[in-house]
């Protein structure tokens, strides 16, 4: 289906009906239906009174819908659609072709069923509706399984194995008192085409008003970063699912986004910011993901380097296993995130239980 709005110019309306026979070319038997308001007449006799030289338009039209194989859907009731002075003219069209007719049809007629039918339709709508809501229930909890209580290992054992733990400068730099200048630096950095969170504003709107509300924006992030809390209307979230395939008919096929607010942001583009400067020495050099500077195309690369010739003949055998491990993030324990966060770090003002 195919909605149209010509412009009211004849150069304006040739450019669509060169689309439409684009269109028509591309989808060749696929039932196509055109509707709306296309600014012109198929004819000179559907226009009442003076309205200039429509000849050429018409004509323009009537060629458009030969090219494309489109056919003038039967109407009833008014014929003209707009009434402008002493012009009446009907632009408002529904034109389709053959192969919708074959598998859609055509009832001529009035369709005030929809209004009937509405109470009819009403709980089927509404049991499908919880039946898809039960379908993504079922999804995560398969996905995340039930909550379970596993005894953590003492992590002082594993303090010898560390590649890099946090020393009292670094510290120092991570713990320092954040500024209002980084403040507005981090709002100025957030993208305005970003989603917007609960609120509905995005960091666009908070540039643009900074010189009236960024008083306020400052001191509510200084607070946070003084007594640790947040409010909770600040800390909300929305989860939203974006298909990751055309046409999805999986829960799995969605994936989870989150959009957060933009003070929530700022405090986490703040807090990455003073990572960065440690994650170098943090991260092993085999993990080239989060890590400024490194890529992970570079993996792919090596592994494509170590597969080379791996299945030779004179090679001893051998075996790979490539694992997904999807649930690995999902499942990660807030206790275990915690004691790995302060087995790294020796100050503990961002680590809150």
Not at 44 to 51: F, K, M, N, W
Not at 131 to 142: G, K, S
Not at 209 to 232: H, Q, S
Not at 305 to 331: M, S, W
Request: net charge negative.
């Amino acid at each position: 289906m195919t909605i149209v709005y010509g412009v009211n110019d004849l150069g304006g309306r040739r450019v669509l009906w060169q689309h439409l026979s684009n269109i028509s070319r591309m989808i060749a038997d696929i039932p196509w239906l055109v509707g709306g308001d296309f600014n012109t007449v198929l004819d000179i006799s559907e226009v009442s009174g003076q309205s200039g030289d429509i000849r050429s338009a018409a004509e323009d039209f009537q060629a458009c819908l030969h090219d494309t194989g489109l056919i003038n859907l039967p109407m009833q009731g008014e014929w003209f659609t707009w009434h402008n002075c002493s012009s009446d003219t009907r632009s408002l069209w529904k034109i389709w072709t053959v192969s919708w007719l074959m598998i859609v049809g055509w009832a001529p007629g009035r369709t005030h069923f929809m209004p009937a039918s509405m109470p009819v339709l009403q709980t089927t709508l509404l049991l499908c509706c919880q039946d898809l809501i039960n379908e993504f229930i079922a999804f995560y909890h398969e996905l995340l399984g039930s909550e379970r209580r596993v005894r953590l290992i003492d992590l002082c054992y594993l303090r010898p194995w560390a590649r890099h733990i946090i020393n009292e400068d670094e510290a120092i730099q991570l713990t320092r008192r954040v500024t209002p200048d980084e403040i507005k630096q981090a709002v100025f950095d957030i993208d305005e085409d970003k989603a917007p969170g609960p609120d509905g504003y995005s960091s666009g709107f908070f540039k643009v008003a900074w010189p009236v509300i960024g008083k306020e924006v400052t001191l509510a992030i200084l607070d946070f970063f003084t007594t640790g809390r947040l409010l909770k209307q600040v800390n909300a979230t929305l989860l939203l699912l974006i298909p990751k395939v055309q046409n999805p008919t999986l829960v799995a096929e969605f994936r989870p986004i989150s959009c957060c607010n933009v003070l929530y942001k700022v405090i986490i583009k703040i807090i990455v910011q003073r990572l960065s400067g440690v994650l170098d020495d943090l991260i092993s050099p085999s993990q080239n993901a989060f890590v400024p500077g490194r890529s992970i195309g570079d993996n792919i690369l090596l592994a494509q380097e170590l597969f080379h010739g791996y299945n030779q003949q004179h090679l001893p055998p051998r075996c790979v296993l490539k694992v997904d491990i999807r649930k690995a993030y999902d499942t990660v324990e807030w206790d275990f995130r915690s004691a790995v966060l302060k087995f790294w770090f020796s100050p503990t003002v961002y680590l809150v239980d």
